[in-house]
């Protein structure tokens, strides 16, 4: 008999909140990771962007969002670049 076969209302209770816990902790670590993520597209963009003229921003941005889609496919990590 293992230890959580007792049914133990005390022990169930904090396991059920330790669970819980780390369910919020996992979903609130992605939230903010995907905020900063943006947050760094945003100011790569915005960078990029500096200097650039009117009519050369529609291109600028175009390119920025294809090396981010380049950069997002598998096999184009930094750890794989020296393979």
Do not use: Y
């Not at 597209?41 to 990029?48: D, E, F, H, I, N």
């Not at 200097?51 to 950069?71: D, F, I, M, N, S």
């Amino acid at each position: 008999m293992g230890v959580f076969d007792t049914g133990d209302p005390v022990v169930l209770t904090v396991l059920g909140a330790a669970s819980a816990a780390a369910t919020v902790a996992r979903a609130w670590i992605r939230h903010r990771t995907a905020i900063r993520l943006e947050q760094e597209r945003t100011r790569r963009v915005l960078g990029a962007l500096t200097g650039a003229t009117r009519q050369g921003r529609a291109e600028v941005v175009r390119a920025c969002a294809e090396l981010e889609a380049k950069a997002a496919r598998p096999g184009n990590s930094r750890r794989d670049a020296g393979r």
